[in-house]
T-cell receptor, first 109, second 111 residues
């Protein structure tokens, strides 16, 4: 079993829909990261959080430390949100990131 | 503020050739790492460093060498390129508990 599990693996939605991507982990962490990768593009950090909730524009990230679960929400989704969204957790004494497999999101106009 | 600068962006090598992927950061980050990304797979850690003079192996280190002589630079060397090393490579840096910053990626093809 992977230490970081994301769901769904693929998600297709219509423009304007509310999007939720989930991340569950099985290890102790110091922080959880959400990142975005556009097709053929680089990787950009969206959020780093260790508790509670963070919001940036139409993106909201939440984490429940007790349940070892995080969600990334996108409100009023737009085709430009189409990308792979990756969850990663920082764990252990060597500060490594443990990566989820990513969720491929497609927003249709 | 340049962030993480990774070069080259594209490279084609013949089997058996060697090359170095360059990575430099100007944020005084202690932690630097190299990943490879293959189709349908997540990022896999090749090597990492927690400070100048300190490096360690990640999940897939075979065929790659690294060194960290300065805080800023963390080059990745392919010793004798093989087709199995065809991949997209990313360099990343961060403070030990901080947000990760990534280079633009290097698309490497070994023929």
């Amino acid at each position: 079993k992977n230490e970081v599990e994301q769901s769904p693996q693929n998600l297709t939605a219509q423009e304007g829909e509310f999007i939720t991507i989930n991340c569950s982990y099985s290890v102790g962490i110091s922080a959880l990261h959400w990142l975005q990768q556009h097709p053929g593009g680089g990787i950009v950090s969206l959020f780093m959080l260790s508790s509670g909730k963070k919001k940036h524009g139409r993106l909201i990230a939440t984490i429940n430390i007790q349940e070892k679960h995080s969600s990334l929400h996108i409100t009023a989704s737009h085709p430009r949100d189409s990308a792979v969204y990756i969850c990663a957790v920082r764990s252990g004494s060597n500060y490594q990131l443990i990566w989820g497999a990513g969720t491929k999101l497609i927003i249709k106009p | 503020n340049a962030g993480v600068t990774q070069t080259p962006k594209f490279q084609v090598l013949k089997t058996g050739q060697s090359m170095t992927l360059q990575c430099a950061q100007d944020m005084n980050h202690e932690y630097m790492s190299w990943y490879r990304q293959d189709p349908g797979m997540g990022l896999r850690l090749i090597h990492y460093s927690v400070g100048a003079g300190i490096t360690d192996q990640g999940e897939v280190p075979n065929g790659y060498n690294v060194s960290r002589s300065t805080t800023e630079d963390f080059p990745l060397r392919l010793l004798s390129a093989a087709p199995s090393q065809t991949s997209v490579y990313f360099c990343a840096s961060s403070f030990k508990q901080g947000e990760a910053f990534f280079g633009q990626g290097t698309r490497l093809t070994v023929v």
